[in-house]
């Protein structure tokens, strides 16, 4: 999408074909700066630091920091490592996870020397395919967005989103807001609710920035403002992303899409999930009990960085001094709670069955069967 009007993604690979650009997410939105990777500890450092985030960019990324570790020694002990640093950046997305085992799958079968060059090409490949994703997840989404808007066509259609799951957090795109941007340039007229998404704000910050580039109109609302929005019928559909979605349907996203989701049954309000394959965990069935939840530091919490009038970047301290603070970062929408899927290969039911008809080569119970039925 773009940045003051020129294209851009959020990684790519520098002219001396070993250095890994980065829009560092840091900085946004009262700076934009780019950042370079050129070891495995960076690409794990900007994972960690969120100068990278959003589940399908995390994946990317580590894919780029098992090439950038391949570049500095391409041993199978190195393989291992790399593979246990970066996996332990981010515990929730699993993309992440997804990533990896793909990297370390074509690594497995290939010669040292043949290493780092099969690692480079093999994460490019991923952060092509991840933009076809996002622009096939828009294209279905759209059909929903379509829809929606031809029950109001007097006025634009009202979308709540939450956190960012927009194109900075993939490569491009991004995946609730790729059905947005696309009605977008189409010329339906949309409207989107920006939830702030305290501690880290990245609906403030990231989303209300790039909805902003785009020039697609969207207002920045404090997170506890959607249910009350609902209420007055001001919310037509909400769509969020996410970071895993368990094989039952049980969705793990920013922490406050809960209770998003809770008002959004109450009120009849449709609350839509956007996601790739690569983001379904098959290994896991109840999201609640089993999705690890990452916890991040305290000063998350108890500070908040903002611009000075005068155009100064500073931190301040937010909450009374001494009192302690918790920061989970994500929660789990129950399945029953969602009205359906927006992914690659079309929308499904969140169910098992949904996710199974889209992707039965992913799921173990209809894998072994398809192939008996191949022999
Ligand atoms: O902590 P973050 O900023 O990485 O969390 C991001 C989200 O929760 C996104 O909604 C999710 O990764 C989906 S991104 C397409």
């Known amino acids: 999408m773009r940045v003051d009007g020129t294209r851009r993604r959020t990684i790519w690979l520098e002219g001396d074909g070993r250095t890994v650009g980065i829009i560092d997410q840091t900085s946004l939105p009262f700076g934009f700066r780019t950042a370079r990777l050129t ?43 790399a593979y246990g640093r970066l996996l332990a950046a ?18 497995d079968i290939t010669p040292p020397g043949e290493r780092m060059a099969r690692a480079y090409a093999e994460a490019a490949s991923m952060a092509e395919e991840d933009v076809a994703t996002c622009e096939a997840i828009g294209r279905h989404g759209l059909r929903l967005v379509k829809d929606m ?27 609730a807001t790729a059905p947005i941007y696309q009605a977008h340039q189409q010329g339906i007229p949309v409207h989107v609710w920006v939830d702030e998404t305290r501690p880290r704000n990245q609906g403030a910050f990231l989303t209300a920035w790039e909805l902003g580039q785009e020039g697609v109109p969207h207002t ?59 983001t379904i965990d098959w290994t896991l069935e109840d999201g609640v009990r089993d999705i690890p939840i990452e916890q991040r530091g305290g ?19 937010v909450v ?44 173990d119970r209809t894998r072994p069967r398809n192939a008996a039925n191949d022999a």
């Not at 090439?67 to 391409?74: K, N, Q």
């Not at 109001?152 to 795109?173: E, F, M, Q, Y």
Request: proline share 5%; glycine share 10%; net charge negative.
């Open 90 to 107: 981010r515990p929730t997305a699993v993309n992440l996870r997804w990533a990896l085992d793909r990297m370390r799958e074509v690594l």
């Open 149 to 175: 808007q031809a029950l109001h066509p007097d006025r634009p259609l009202n979308i709540l989103t939450h956190c960012n799951a927009g194109w900075l957090a993939t490569v491009d795109w991004g995946t």
């Open 220 to 278: 920045v609302i404090p997170d506890n403002t959607g249910g009350h929005l609902m209420q007055r019928g001001m919310v037509d559909l909400c769509i969020v992303g996410t970071d895993r979605v368990t094989a039952e349907g049980d969705v793990a996203n920013k922490i406050g899409t809960y209770l998003k989701a809770l008002a959004a049954k109450d009120t009849g309000v449709p609350f839509w999930v956007a996601l790739p394959g690569s």
């Open 39 to 81: 070891r495995l500890d960076e690409a794990e450092e900007a994972i960690r630091a969120m100068r990278v985030r959003g589940a399908p960019l995390i994946g990317v990324t580590a894919a780029y920091g098992m090439a950038l570790a391949m570049a500095e020694s391409a041993s199978d002990w190195s393989v291992d490592l």
């Open 299 to 317: 000063e998350e919490v108890s500070d908040l960085t903002g611009q000075t009038r005068d155009g100064r970047v500073e931190t301040v301290r």
């Open 320 to 363: 009374s001094p001494g009192s302690p603070v918790a920061n989970y970062a994500f929660d789990v929408t129950p399945a029953r709670l969602v009205s359906g899927f927006i992914t690659e290969r079309g929308l499904c039911e969140a169910t098992r069955d949904g996710l199974s008809g889209l992707f039965p080569d992913q799921d």
